[in-house]
């Protein structure tokens, strides 16, 4: 259940159905591979293997040829009318209620962000913000951008200072990768590492996606090779 939902989910025999929360009784008995929570009138259910939407008497509204395992989607509710679903190839985009596509299944991964739009993901890596006309509101859509920074040892006569100096370059985050750009939002490098850190103003320590490997990339993304 969630939040002040009435109807839950149970699971008999490996099998899924519903139940009315507040009059303890089933009205939709289990036979569904899976099932999640009804929201705007319909839920999503897997049976034999493919994707519908059903209504509270169980009739089904929106039906699929496929199943959901082809896609990184790994629910299916509808929010504020909308909901993300694959199509047979494992490609994302967003349905209403009528089972139209609003948002074509062209994208890695899709996923219902507000009223007005969806957050997609390109094959680039890169999200983009899509309202449900298809317009593209946002082409590049980042989860984080930090002004890169590097530390100086200046010694004198009495003490040793670290002095922190700001580069003109930003790591930006999307998903779990990070990239490199420039103060003025110029894309230098797609989001394929693991980490960025500066080392001066124009030199970068770039982690690699194994978490362990290191390489040096100049203020172009240019990789330093020995």
């Not at 494992?90 to 074509?104: F, R, S, T």
């Not at 994208?107 to 317009?135: R, T």
């Not at 004198?156 to 490199?180: A, F, H, Q």
């Not at 939002?185 to 030199?203: F, N, R, V, W």
Request: with cysteine.
């Amino acid at each position: 259940t969630f939040g002040n939902d009435t109807i839950g989910i149970f699971k008999k025999d490996n099998k899924c159905g519903y139940y009315h929360i507040e009059k303890k009784e089933i009205i939709i008995p289990a036979k569904y591979e899976n099932a999640w929570r009804f929201s705007g009138g319909l839920a999503g259910v897997i049976k034999d293997g493919k994707l519908r939407f059903i209504n509270i008497k169980d009739e089904t509204i929106i039906s699929f040829n496929h199943g959901y395992h082809e896609s990184r989607l790994s629910e299916f509710v509808f929010r504020w009318g909308y909901c993300a679903v694959p199509n047979e190839k494992g490609l994302c985009g967003i349905i209403d209620k009528n089972g139209k596509w609003v948002i074509k299944p062209i994208y890695e991964l899709s996923n219902v962000a507000s009223q007005n739009y969806a957050i997609v993901n390109v094959k680039n890596g890169f999200k983009m913000q899509i309202d449900y006309s298809g317009n593209i509101l946002n082409s590049h859509v980042m989860d984080e951008v930090e002004r890169l920074t590097y530390t100086q040892n200046i010694k004198d006569m009495s003490n040793e200072n670290y002095i922190e100096y700001p580069t003109s370059y930003y790591k930006y985050r999307v998903n779990y990768n990070v990239g490199l750009m420039d103060m003025n939002g110029k894309i230098i490098t797609q989001p394929i590492y693991d980490e960025i850190s500066a080392i001066d103003e124009k030199l970068f320590s770039v982690t690699l996606k194994d978490g362990v490997s290191i390489a040096v990339i100049d203020e172009k993304g240019n990789v330093f090779n020995n």
